[in-house]
C-alpha cells in the first residue's frame, strides 16, 4: 500500500477468510512464516485504518483537498502572512567552538587543489567557435535576435531562470551566454529585485551599442 | 539554594541557549542537567522571566514536536530541547530584512499546511503537486531543497515530514486555521 492513500480503501475481511483457509493447509515452516508475516500486516493495517477514523472524526481534522482549494484562492502575500502569524522563529548565536574548528581544519585539508592554469586559457576567437559547429556571427546576429525576439513575445519581462528554461545543461549554458550578449549589447537590461533575490530581464528595442568584433568577446575557454 | 550560585548558573544556562555550538539550535535537557545540575528547571524558569520582556521565550519541546510546560519533571524534559524563540509574530518586512521572500514564506505555508493536513507526513510529488498551484517548476525544486536544508522538512523514503524547525517553531494548527482564512 502506498503512503497517503486511504487505508479505508483495503476490503480486510476477505482477504482474513483467504488466510484462515491457508493457514490450516500450512504444514511447512516457510510457509507458516509468510502467513503470520500477512497477519502482521493486516495488524498494521487495522491500526491505520483505526487512526485514520479517529484522525478524521476530530475536530481539528482539515481535508486536504480543502487545504489545497484554501491555497489555489489565496494570494502569495496572504500565504505568508498566514506563515508570519503562526511562526515564531528560534534565535541564538553562532560561535566557534573547537569541536568546530577541528571540522573547519579537517575540511580544508581534505580539498583537492583546484587551480585553473593562465595558460590554459584562450580567448574563444570565431575559429573556436566554428570548431562547435557555430560561427560567432551566428551566435551574436541570429541566435540572439532570435532570443530577443522571444523575450518580447513573452510580454518583454522575465526572470533570468524562466528565460534560462529548463533544458539540458548544454542548452541552458548556451542561452545564458546569448543572455550575457544580449545584456552587452543593449538589447535587454537587468532590473534587480534584492528583497525577493530575483533578477528580470526586460527586452529593449534595438542595441544601443555596436555590434562586437571577434576580439571583443569575454567568453573563454577553459581546457 | 538560591545563594551566589544561582546568578552563576543562570548566566551559565544563558551561555548555553543563546550561543548556537550544535548544527541544530538549543540544548537538550540532559545537558541542562549535566551543567546546571538537578533542578535546572527552576533556573531556566528564573531566566526566561528576565528574557520575555525582550521579546524572546524559552521553549521546551519532546521529540515528537509537542511543546512540554518548564513544570513538567526533570526526567521528561530530559530529552526535550531548550529554544529560545520569539514570543512575538514577524511583519513580512522584518521576514524580508531577515532575508526571507514572500514567495519563500508562501511556499513553506503551502508545503506545511499540506503536510499538516495529511497527518503530519504527506507524499513529496503531493506537495510538489501543490506547490506547483502557485509556482514555476525551477521555483518548486529550488524551495523544497531549500526547505529541507534550513531543517523545516525531512525526507523519509518518497514522503515529506515536517522538519525539526517546524515542530520547534511554527503552530500547524494555528497556521491551518490561518490558511482558511487567508
Not at chain 1, 43 to 63: C, G
Not at chain 2, 48 to 66: C, F, N, Y
Not at chain 2, 116 to 141: C, N
Request: net charge neutral; proline share 3%; hydrophobic share 40%.
Amino acid at each position: 500500500m502506498r503512503s497517503g492513500s486511504d487505508p479505508l480503501a483495503v476490503q480486510l475481511e476477505p482477504r482474513l477468510s483467504r488466510l484462515r483457509q491457508l493457514i490450516k493447509k500450512s504444514l511447512q515452516f516457510k510457509h507458516i512464516e509468510l502467513d503470520m508475516e500477512a497477519l502482521y500486516d493486516f495488524a498494521i493495517l487495522v491500526y491505520s485504518q483505526s487512526k485514520f477514523l479517529r484522525d478524521k472524526s476530530s475536530v481539528l481534522y482539515v481535508d486536504p483537498f480543502l487545504i489545497r482549494l484554501a491555497v489555489m484562492g489565496s494570494s502569495t502575500d496572504r500565504l505568508a502572512e498566514a506563515f508570519l502569524q503562526s511562526w515564531r522563529p528560534s534565535t541564538g548565536r553562532d560561535v566557534l567552538s573547537l569541536e568546530m574548528m577541528r571540522r573547519s581544519y579537517e575540511y580544508w585539508s581534505n580539498l583537492k587543489d583546484y587551480t585553473i592554469g593562465a595558460e590554459k586559457m584562450e580567448p574563444l576567437l570565431g575559429e573556436s567557435l566554428e570548431s562547435l559547429g557555430v560561427t560567432y556571427d551566428e551566435l551574436i546576429s541570429d541566435e540572439m535576435l532570435g532570443l530577443h525576439e522571444e523575450l518580447q513575445n513573452r510580454g518583454g519581462r522575465l526572470l533570468y531562470e524562466e528565460l534560462l528554461g529548463e533544458g539540458s545543461l548544454n542548452e541552458r549554458l548556451r542561452r545564458a551566454v546569448l543572455i550575457s550578449f544580449m545584456l552587452s549589447y543593449g538589447y535587454a537590461v537587468v532590473e534587480k529585485e534584492p528583497l525577493k533575490r530575483r533578477f528580470w530581464i526586460v527586452a529593449k528595442e534595438g542595441a544601443t551599442k555596436e555590434r562586437p568584433t571577434e576580439a571583443e568577446s569575454i567568453v573563454t575557454i577553459v581546457s | 539554594m538560591e545563594s551566589s550560585g544561582f546568578p552563576a548558573k543562570i548566566r551559565r544556562a544563558a551561555q548555553l541557549l543563546f550561543f548556537k555550538s550544535h548544527r541544530i539550535p538549543g540544548v537538550k535537557g540532559w545537558e541542562l542537567k549535566r551543567s546546571l545540575g538537578s533542578g535546572y528547571s527552576r533556573v531556566i524558569k528564573v531566566l526566561r522571566s528576565q528574557i520575555e520582556p525582550l521579546g524572546i521565550t524559552i521553549k521546551a519541546v519532546g521529540d515528537d514536536g509537542t511543546e512540554l510546560s518548564l513544570d513538567s519533571p526533570e526526567d521528561t524534559l530530559s530529552t526535550a530541547r531548550f529554544v529560545l524563540v520569539l514570543t512575538d509574530p514577524l511583519k513580512v518586512s522584518d521576514a524580508k530584512t531577515s532575508g526571507w521572500s514572500v514567495d519563500e514564506l508562501a511556499g513553506l505555508t503551502i508545503c506545511l499546511a499540506t503536510i499538516g493536513s495529511r497527518g503530519d507526513k504527506a507524499a513529496r510529488s503531493e506537495v510538489e503537486e501543490t506547490l506547483r498551484q502557485k509556482f514555476p517548476k525551477w521555483k518548486v525544486r529550488n524551495f523544497l531543497s531549500k526547505y529541507i536544508k534550513w531543517g523545516y522538512l525531512e525526507e523519509e523514503g518518497d514522503s515529506l515530514i515536517l522538519g525539526w524547525r517546524a515542530k520547534v517553531e511554527v503552530d500547524t494548527r494555528s497556521l491551518l486555521r490561518y490558511v482558511f482564512g487567508a
